[in-house]
C-alpha cells in the first residue's frame, strides 16, 4: 500500500451509474424531473408553433389577404352589427373572441411556471434524501474514506442538478411564450381596430346612401 486513498472509478460515478445505485425515492425524484422536463418541451413546441402561425393568420387578415380561419371571427362579428349600438355591441364582442382565442393559446402554458417554480425544490428534496442515506452509510461503514463517501453524495446531488435542468429552460420558455401570446393579443386588438373603424364608416355611410335613394 502506498497510503494514497482509494477513488472510485470515473465509469463508477457517470450519471446513468448513480442512478441505478440511488435509493428508490431518489430514483423516483430523478424520473420525475426528468418526464417534467420532457413535458416542458414538448408544451413549449407545440405551444410556440402554434402562436407563431396564429400571428401570420392575424397578419394576414389585417393585410386583406383572405384567410379561413378562428382569427376570421373578429372582423365577421363587426360585419353582423348593425342598428343602434352596433359599434359597442361590436367591441364586446371581438374583445370577448379575442380573449376566447389567447385563452386557448394559453392553455398548457401554465405548466412551464409550475415547473420552473417547484423542480428546484423537487430536486433539494431528493438531494437531502440522498445525503441521509449516504451519512448513515458511512456510519454503518464506520469509514469516512472517499471511496464511501463521494458515490452516496454525488447521487444525492444529481437530484439537484436535474431539478435545474427541468427548472431553468421552464422559466425561460414560459417568458418567451407569455411574450408571445401578448404579441398575439396585441395583433387581434389592431385587427379588432381595423374592423371596428370599417363598422363605423359603413354606418355613417348609411344614412347618405339611404337619403340618396329617397331622392
Known amino acids: ?12 460515478l457517470s450519471p446513468w451509474r448513480m442512478f441505478l445505485d440511488a435509493d428508490a ?4 425524484v430523478m424520473i420525475g424531473l ?6 416542458t418541451w414538448t408544451i413549449a413546441l407545440a405551444k410556440g408553433l402554434a402562436i407563431r402561425a396564429a400571428v401570420r393568420r392575424t397578419r394576414a387578415l389585417l393585410a386583406g389577404r383572405a384567410v379561413t380561419c378562428a382569427e376570421a ?7 353582423a352589427e348593425d342598428g343602434p349600438g352596433a359599434l359597442a355591441r361590436a367591441e364586446l364582442g371581438m374583445a370577448r373572441a379575442a380573449a ?9 402554458v401554465g405548466v412551464l411556471a409550475s415547473v420552473g417554480a417547484v423542480a428546484p425544490f423537487v430536486g433539494l428534496f431528493g438531494t437531502v ?3 441521509m442515506n449516504a451519512f448513515i452509510g458511512i456510519a454503518a461503514a464506520h469509514t469516512t474514506n472517499l471511496a464511501v463517501v463521494a458515490p452516496g453524495i454525488a447521487e444525492a ?14 422559466v425561460v420558455l414560459y417568458n418567451l411564450l407569455g411574450r408571445g401570446l401578448a404579441a398575439y393579443r396585441a395583433e387581434l386588438d389592431d385587427l379588432a381596430a381595423a374592423a371596428l ?11 347618405h346612401r339611404l337619403n340618396h335613394a329617397a331622392e
Not at 157 to 170: C, D, N, R, S, W
Request: aromatic letters at 4%; glycine letters at 6%.
Open 1 to 12: 500500500m502506498n497510503g494514497m486513498i482509494p477513488v472510485p472509478e470515473l465509469a463508477a
Open 25 to 28: 425515492v431518489v430514483q423516483a
Open 34 to 39: 426528468f418526464l417534467a422536463s420532457v413535458a
Open 73 to 79: 371571427e373578429i372582423p365577421a362579428i363587426a360585419a
Open 100 to 108: 376566447r382565442r389567447v385563452r386557448a393559446l394559453r392553455a398548457g
Open 129 to 131: 434524501w440522498g445525503i
Open 157 to 170: 446531488l444529481l437530484a439537484t442538478a436535474l431539478g435545474l435542468v427541468a427548472a431553468i429552460p421552464a
Open 197 to 207: 373603424a370599417r363598422l363605423s364608416r359603413d354606418l355613417e355611410a348609411r344614412p
